[in-house]
């Protein structure tokens, strides 16, 4: 593998559950030297959560965690002990980032707060990403990313109108807003240290990254004195905008029709002869204004059409159109995630060859191949205590036996 | 003042609903970032909401949002004497962000080959719906066919209807916000090493990357999952209805059944009916409290007690016991936060019509280089004249190409 953005970049990363580890995996994947420090003694929930390979839990089997830990190495360290903690702020002392997601306080009960870093590691980039941040009359607040997104807002604004609220489904904010607003802001911070030498203090909040990608809505109830409410499946100002029944089980097409030369282009795919349409929905606001009957036109007309099939005239004719793919279409049926190798497979010890996401994006002049899986927890103990921290064999083994390395 | 930690980087924002968001993230942690616009102006001018629901190049809320401390400048890339004047850019910046189809910019004569060329240690990061490459690349595509074919539509809405999109655009943010990190660790190797890249950014593989565990489901248990909104899915778990809305309970966490015995303790201590009928192991157990039986137990002691109470009152008493409860709260709530007042996240910028806009500020804290807004989003063409004499063009040329509908 050649150099790659991060090589040299050694993370100690605190991180667990959800938008730390994901954070943190972006780096790994693209060169860091990502080393996760975990215990035995409280276990990342996250690998204690589902799915597990064949449907058997154990701390190893996770294929939650597994996607979130690609390319980082383990070490167990009991924190809880004196001894674990010194061995924690000598991993610390040797990092370019020190990256956690607990609640305010706990790195400093295990004398890794900030204040502490800065002393041992003055040009650390520390990470924390607490809930509500680092201030405030919520700092102390706890929640999890389905939580936390009913708090931003982005539950509320999805759903269809005059129902209670849907949410993404997911644990949102964890995936997408946070991770990736953590990754830039790290990497804007290595590049100030890389100029000057000095670390600093990253206090992000797992509320604000998400509002931030909300900002309309803000400006809707600012400037024109309305709370937005959700659309459904439709848009502000296209027509046809939605999802379309299809012939199968629970098959969906989604179609946007967002150019007025694309109307008649989608009227012919549909069959729909020029006279059984309004004249006037040639323009995109009458369209608009009678939304609700045009979705009953095209609903009619899609119902008994396969979706792929239907989809891919579309797109020929023009039409922004697309299957709403469910796990099993995007995993092993997708052929343009297939053509940009979006899917990789790694060999893990416990859990074989296993599925984990590659990055969403190529870098042409610096591309990268997966080929860590998640480590097992404490896998690389040995390793980094030889590496990284210049211990010996009977060290470690007196450190294994005293319950420090576990 | 301090500088930024992006200090000194030029970025070209060529973008639109795909990039302008990225280009944001640069411009507010310090890069210098001239958005360059068509003669009609970006496309996300053209998007509603409008203040005042009047359409006008100025008044879209999402353009006046995503684009905010950068400047504009005004320039017909279909001319040649336009195409030069990007060239002469891109000579001076560490990124170009374009949203183009793919081959367009190339076909121009301004793909990243041929600005390499003149500047090698130039990022061009491209995002677009399905990426460079592949058989999807030409495809037609906007936020919901994105968002549908990236899969996570169908985790979205209700168990009893069709799937329901994320509201606000959510596969472009996460274009946006991948796009942020590629461009970004593309410049790290740029700086480091003197060579810059092409950056090919796929909303579609963007979304993807928020399946959660859906994917993973499908590979280790050959499970599909399936959309639960709107519904307890598991006893604790989901949306309940309270006297002023709804609130979100995740009495388990992620992982085991963590909060629960916090979460009947509460209870208990507020003398709820039926309590005692939640405590037991087998609450922390997956299979019981998936049970349709348990869960019905759990709204029967839950919801009475909730609809007496607003969702403040039950987000305050719920987090003083530690069990992960938040409003749903909507963005008039949301403004109003007590929290959010107290760290000045939401800031405020000159509006249409001379009206103060009130929008979300520092997405995060950075103790040493703080991210700092400079200015209200520009107006169509505000900096053309300013960019291109600081690029060295005389006024005659400046007028030269006014004259010839370049700029």
Known sequence: ?406 | MTEGALAGLRVLDLSGPLGNYCGKLFAELGADVVLVEPLGGSALRHQPPFAGDRPGLERSLAFLYQNTSKRSLRLDLEHPDGRQVLRDLAAGAALLLETDSPGRMAARGVGHAELSSINPALVTTSITPFGQTGPYAHHEASDLVCLAMGGLLYLGGYADGPPVQAGQQQAYAAGNLFGAVASLLAVTAAETTGRGQHVDVSVQESVVMGLENAAQFRDLEGRIRRRTGGRQWRAGAGVFRCADGYVYLLAGGIGGNRFWPNLVDWLAGEDVPRVDELRGEQWGEREFVEAEENRELFAEVFLPFARGRTKAELYRDAQKWRVPLCPVARPSDILRSAQLRHRDYFVSVEGPDGRPAVMPGAPYVLSETPWRLKSRAPHLGEHTDDVLRELGYSTERVVGLRKAGVI
């Open chain 1, 1 to 406: 593998m050649g150099q790659l953005p991060l090589s040299g970049v050694r993370i100690a990363d605190f991180t667990w559950v959800g938008a730390g580890s994901y954070t943190t995996k972006m780096l790994a994947d693209h060169g860091a030297d990502v080393i996760k420090i975990e215990s035995s003694a409280k276990v990342d929930g996250i690998r204690l959560s589902p799915p597990f390979k064949d449907g058997i839990r154990g701390v190893n089997r996770s294929g939650y965690f597994a996607d979130r830990n690609s390319s980082k190495r383990s070490i167990a360290i009991n924190l809880k002990t004196a001894q674990g903690r010194a061995l924690a702020r000598e991993i610390v002392a040797v990092s370019d980032v020190v990256a956690n997601n607990f609640t305010p306080g706990t790195m400093a009960s295990f004398g890794l707060g900030y204040d502490d870093v800065r002393e041992i590691n003055p040009r650390a980039v520390y990470l924390a990403m607490s809930m509500s941040g680092d201030s405030g009359p919520e700092r102390d607040f706890l929640g999890y990313g389905l939580t936390i997104g009913a708090l931003v807002g982005i539950h509320h604004l999805s759903g269809l109108p005059g129902r209670e609220p849907a949410g993404t489904g997911t644990n949102y904010p964890d995936h997408i807003p946070n991770p990736c607003h953590s990754a830039f802001a790290v990497l804007a911070a290595l590049r100030h240290a890389r100029r000057t030498g000095r670390g600093q203090y990253l206090d992000i909040a797992q509320t604000e990254p998400t509002i931030a990608v909300l900002g309309p809505a803000f400006l809707e109830a600012t400037v024109n004195g309305r709370d937005p409410q959700p659309l459904g499946n439709g848009h502000l100002r296209y027509a046809p905008h939605g999802l379309y029944r299809c012939a199968g089980e629970d098959r969906w097409a989604a179609i946007s029709v967002t150019d007025d030369r694309q109307w008649p282009a989608l009227r012919s795919v549909l069959g729909l002869p020029a006279g059984s349409c309004p004249q006037e929905w040639a323009t995109e606001a009458a369209r608009h204004r009678d939304r609700e009957a045009l979705d009953e036109v095209v609903a009619a007309a899609t119902a008994d059409r396969d979706a792929h099939d239907l989809c891919a005239r579309l797109q020929a004719a023009g039409v922004p159109a697309g299957v709403v793919q469910d796990a099993a279409d995007v995993v092993e049926r997708d052929p343009q995630l297939r053509a940009r190798g979006h899917w990789v497979r790694l060999e893990h010890p416990e859990m074989g060859e296993t599925l984990y996401n590659a990055p969403p994006f190529h870098l042409t002049g610096t591309p990268v191949t997966l080929t860590r899986p998640a480590p097992l927890l404490g896998q690389h103990t040995r390793e980094i205590c030889r590496e990284v921290l210049g211990l010996d064999d009977d060290e470690i083994a007196r450190l294994e036996a005293e319950g420090v390395l576990t």
